[in-house]
DNA sequence: CGTATTTGACCTGCGC
DNA sequence: GCGCAGGTCAAATACG
């Protein structure tokens, strides 16, 4: 995966000025609900919490104006539209044909829709694509209403593993990057934590530099 | 040449 | 039923 740095860090000093490089970094965002059937990306993801560290700001949504919070809690009951054109390939985790096959079911009877948990986060970062480990597949990019910014749509390129994400920049706040995940992970983090350093690293090279 | 990205078309759900 | 918006597919294209 690319990250892609058009604009100089330097743009925007505000960014900086968020930055903790401190060993607590940030403050993890609270842990999705563990429920046996619910993600715990997040929780179970330290790269990405560590990624925190030059977002440094976790808030809520918008007008849900949940504070404290980069985990927003997103039931994302405006998910509506899951494709069901194609049978989805191999088996994923089980959590994930758990909420596949309800759908499925609630489908066939016409009763009340089951979708699958999305968790979606706030980060501040001048670029969209954050490196949280895993490698993700580029696999559809839409304009979104009262948003100049695209929404991009990634799914995980493991094998069998069925994660989705969504990355869109907010147009009242063009520093702000909210990633959406939908799905938990069946395997292990599949890239090392060098490309993570590297970036902190040139993020700390050029703190220094202030 | 294999892999990733782009992008227009298509599908689905929802509100009116 | 129709139109709109969101989500996905897949062929074309770019890239290493």
Redesign the pocket.
């Given at each position: 995966?690319?990250i892609h740095c058009d604009e100089p860090l330097s743009s925007s000093l505000s960014f900086m000025e968020n930055l903790s490089y401190s060993s607590s970094l940030l403050p993890c965002p609270p842990s999705p609900p563990l429920s046996s059937s619910s993600p715990s990306f997040l929780s179970l993801n330290p790269r990405l919490t560590g990624l925190g560290a030059y977002n440094a700001e976790f808030k809520g949504h918008g007008d849900n104006n949940i504070e404290q919070s980069g985990y927003l809690g997103l039931d994302?009951s405006?998910?509506?539209?899951?494709?069901?054109?194609?049978v989805p390939e191999a088996p994923a985790a089980v959590d994930e044909n758990d909420a596949e096959n309800a759908l499925k079911a609630v489908?066939k009877k016409g009763g009340k829709?089951v979708r699958k948990p999305k968790y979606a986060f706030q980060t501040r970062s001048q670029v969209d694509i954050l490196d949280d480990g895993y490698?993700?597949?580029?696999?559809?990019?839409?304009?979104?209403?009262n948003n100049k910014f695209p929404?991009?749509?990634y799914?995980c390129?493991f094998h069998g593993c069925n994660v989705?994400k969504?990355v869109q920049r907010l147009t009242k706040d063009e520093g702000m990057v909210v990633t959406t995940y939908e799905g938990m992970h069946s395997h292990p983090i599949e890239k090392s934590t060098e490309n993570f350093e590297h970036i902190l690293s040139q993020l700390q090279i050029y703190g220094a530099s202030l």
């Amino acid at each position: 995966m690319n990250i892609h740095c058009d604009e100089p860090l330097s743009s925007s000093l505000s960014f900086m000025e968020n930055l903790s490089y401190s060993s607590s970094l940030l403050p993890c965002p609270p842990s999705p609900p563990l429920s046996s059937s619910s993600p715990s990306f997040l929780s179970l993801n330290p790269r990405l919490t560590g990624l925190g560290a030059y977002n440094a700001e976790f808030k809520g949504h918008g007008d849900n104006n949940i504070e404290q919070s980069g985990y927003l809690g997103l039931d994302m009951s405006n998910s509506s539209s899951l494709d069901h054109r194609r049978v989805p390939e191999a088996p994923a985790a089980v959590d994930e044909n758990d909420a596949e096959n309800a759908l499925k079911a609630v489908k066939k009877k016409g009763g009340k829709k089951v979708r699958k948990p999305k968790y979606a986060f706030q980060t501040r970062s001048q670029v969209d694509i954050l490196d949280d480990g895993y490698r993700w597949r580029k696999y559809g990019q839409k304009a979104v209403k009262n948003n100049k910014f695209p929404r991009s749509y990634y799914r995980c390129t493991f094998h069998g593993c069925n994660v989705k994400k969504q990355v869109q920049r907010l147009t009242k706040d063009e520093g702000m990057v909210v990633t959406t995940y939908e799905g938990m992970h069946s395997h292990p983090i599949e890239k090392s934590t060098e490309n993570f350093e590297h970036i902190l690293s040139q993020l700390q090279i050029y703190g220094a530099s202030l």
